[in-house]
């Protein structure tokens, strides 16, 4: 493979080129009613390297919802409170079913097969709440991906957020069923709240792409030193990613794209190239499961012409 960084540049141009240019294909989110308001023609695309340089084409400095990408910033800020302790509360195996199912928690005694599914990510912010209002966690999550991100304009969309509220009779029922197992340390509603806030954080791939450079460098953000979780941590998020980071269809991708990522319903992905890159794509219409569209094909399509898949 015969790629250096110099190609970069018109290797994203040239991508973003081809799949604007395609018939469009896959639908907007649309029982999110607010995510369903997004011109759904955008896509962007954002490379941010191991040593800090940005590389970017198309919309990737429009402010979009991150929706299930929030939920790797959650994992990792429960990872660094409670290490290990969160496994007893959410397993690390793909569920292979849709992201809001509620089919396995029923056998599974109210135990999410991962932090990424909707229930593992419920559970997830059930952990890291602490009897605090959902605000006070919501300063933490909000706070932790500014530091990461080194950017702190990053913010809550709330129309998004109470959208989610006013239709999330699945997610809520996910919620009241793990809590008749008695697993629930809060008021289920402040649970919801919160994480329907941390659903609803907007940022742009350029933003998504640097917040995830950590996952890059063995946990480390080489620009000011700090170790933002341990190598081997690191480790663990990606391998979380490759298995489970786009529900029932993390084996295609894994198939297609041979990279940890992580999808979120307002059709970005955010996805590592480990000690060489991080990668954040969107594109609003999805496919069948819920992934980008556009955004699998261009990081399908990305890692053909550098060779970054893992595989
Ligand atoms: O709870 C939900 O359904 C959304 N807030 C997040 C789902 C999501 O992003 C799934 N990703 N592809």
Known sequence: MTFTVEDLQTILDEITLAVTALPAEGEVACYIPQLAEVDPDQFGIAVALADGQIFHAGDAQTLFSIQSISKVFTTTIALRKFGDDIWKRVGREPSGDPFNSIVQLEMECGKPRN???????????????????????????????????????????????????????????????????????????????????????????????????????????????????????????????????????????????????????????????????????????????????LGTLALEMLTQRTGWSVF
Request: hydrophobic share 40%.
């Open 115 to 293: 932090p990424f599914i909707n229930a593992g990510a419920i559970t997830i912010a059930d952990t890291i709440m602490e009897g605090r209002t959902p605000d006070e966690l919501m300063e933490e999550i909000l706070q932790f991906i500014r530091e990461i991100a080194h950017d702190d304009s990053i913010q809550i969309d709330k129309k998004v957020a109470e959208s989610e509220l006013k239709t999330g009779d699945r997610n809520a029922s996910l919620a009241h069923f793990m809590a008749s197992f008695g697993l629930f340390e809060n008021a289920v509603d402040d649970v919801l709240w919160a994480y329907f806030n941390h659903c609803s954080i907007t940022m742009t791939c350029e933003q998504l792409a640097k917040a995830a450079l950590f996952l890059v460098s063995d946990g480390l953000d080489k620009s000011c030193g700090v170790n933002v979780v341990s190598e081997k941590r690191a480790r663990r998020i990606n391998s979380l990613m490759m298995m489970c980071g786009h529900y029932d269809g993390s084996g295609e991708f894994a198939f297609r794209v041979g990279l940890p990522g992580k999808s979120g319903v307002g059709g970005g992905i955010m996805a590592v190239v480990p000690g060489k890159a991080s990668i954040a794509v969107w594109s609003p219409r999805l496919d069948k499961v819920g992934n980008s569209y």
